[in-house]
């Protein structure tokens, strides 16, 4: 299982990919999947959730990222 710090990395480099490279286009982003405003006030499973739909999106489409 990732740490969070690895998930953290995982998210943001999906989110750049997916478009959600200015800090509050990114933060919008992750408050309409999560309800927040910070990956630090996620859970880790809500962490695993956004890694899994970034993956769906192709937005981690890179296998050495898993």
Known sequence: MPTRAQYYTLI????ARLGHKAE???REWL?????KRSCKE???VELSSLVTTL???NALEDPSLK
């Open 24 to 26: 509050a286009d990114y």
């Open 42 to 44: 996620c859970s880790e």
């Open 55 to 57: 993956r769906a999106c």
């Open 31 to 35: 408050e309409s999947l999560t309800g």
């Open 12 to 15: 943001h480099l999906g989110a």
